[in-house]
């Protein structure tokens, strides 16, 4: 993988902690690397629950209690970094203070611990999960599409950003888990370019993993446009249960 860590090496730029914004030599400033994790092997990368045992590298193996994503929608899901401390500070910094300039550095960020290859090996297109329409409206920006236009730069893979679109509705922040299954599911529908994906490898985006629920309403939607199969890859997630 060292061709993609050269890749990524473009996008660095080591000034400001892309979580504080105080002086760094690296992302991650050295207090706020010790709040950072990358995801841990022992939970599942679909929905956080804890594993009996670590997941051997480039095996994608739903857990047990793993209701919401199977191995028929995904063939492997990649979690870079642990929804803890000061990742989900820069999370939460790009997003709420529109800070469009984080993109990028997020973007790296996932880069530090990117898929292992059976994951990206054959992927044709590069998919973001699709921004509200409201929010989109009102921040100017998606951190989501522009964390996917820096990765398929980095694969040298197509970006699509027609296949899918998000109807408008109220945000999914506030329901439970079972809430979520149905609202998400409602949330997507396909979009004018629902024809490109046809028999394609998609490597589907998005910025954090909470219960899994919208990885697997992209995945089900995806599926109706006959793609020939899905991967994603997620900068954060959290982990155990």
Known sequence: MWWLAHRFGR??????????????????????????????DNSCPGCGSPL???????????????????RQSYCGVHVSWEYRGAISDALK???????????????????????????????????PVPPSPDRLRSVGFDLVTEMAAVWARCLERPLELRALRRRKGPS????????RRVR????????SGRNRLK???????????????????????LRTLDVGSCAAWVLCGRSGG
């Open 11 to 40: 996008f660095l730029v080591p000034l400001r902690c892309v979580a504080c914004d105080g002086r760094a030599e690296s992302l991650l400033c050295e207090f706020c690397s010790l709040s950072s994790g990358f995801y841990p």
């Open 52 to 70: 009996s045992s670590a997941r051997k590298e480039g095996l994608w193996r739903p857990c047990s209690r793993c209701d919401v994503l199977k």
């Open 93 to 127: 910094s790009a997003k709420l203070g529109s800070r469009m300039d984080k993109a990028s550095t997020l973007a790296a960020l996932g880069g530090m611990n990117p898929p292992p290859s059976k994951i990206l090996l054959g992927v044709d297109v590069v998919v």
């Open 172 to 179: 999914q922040t506030r329901l439970s888990p079972s809430e």
């Open 184 to 191: 998400a599911m409602e949330n997507f529908e396909p979009g």
């Open 199 to 221: 028999g394609k490898k998609v490597l589907v985006v998005d910025d954090i993993r909470t219960t899994g629920s919208t990885l697997n309403a992209v995945a089900k939607h």
